[in-house]
Nanobody
Framework: QVQLVESGGGLVQPGGSLRLSCAAS????????MGWYRQAPGKQRELVSH???????KYADSVKGRFTISRDNDKNTVYLQMNSLKPEDTAPYYC?????????WGQGTQVTVSS
């Protein structure tokens, strides 16, 4: 089992920044992938970004150039730096940990971009 604890969501004005963190604990197998998904109301859950334990990254087209994902393997923690936030970025953001074909999810942290 893997437990995920998220932090860093909140309310921010358009153009602002937030940093999300997600710490994993438990049976941490490597290699693994850690990342963030979001699910806006009425839409399917979508990948925002992920990073493999070796460092390779992937981003949704809608966030490229604005969001940066990173990880600290010693702390089993993934970070998502979100800059130039837009109202359409508003959603709950869910941390994901994937290893050995198993998926684990965090409880979600709300990001709201509004003036």
């Amino acid at each position: 089992q893997v437990q995920l604890v998220e932090s860093g969501g909140g309310l921010v004005q358009p153009g602002g920044s937030l940093r999300l963190s997600c710490a994993a604990s438990g049976s941490i197998f490597r290699p693994n992938t850690m990342g963030w998904y979001r699910q806006a109301p009425g839409k399917q859950r979508e990948l925002v970004s992920h990073i493999i334990s070796g460092g390779s990254t992937k981003y949704a087209d809608s966030v490229k150039g604005r969001f940066t994902i990173s990880r600290d393997n010693d702390k089993n923690t993934v970070y998502l730096q979100m800059n130039s936030l837009k109202p359409e970025d508003t959603a709950p953001y869910y941390c994901n940990f994937r290893a050995n074909l198993y998926d684990y999810w965090g409880q979600g942290t709300q990001v709201t971009v509004s003036s």
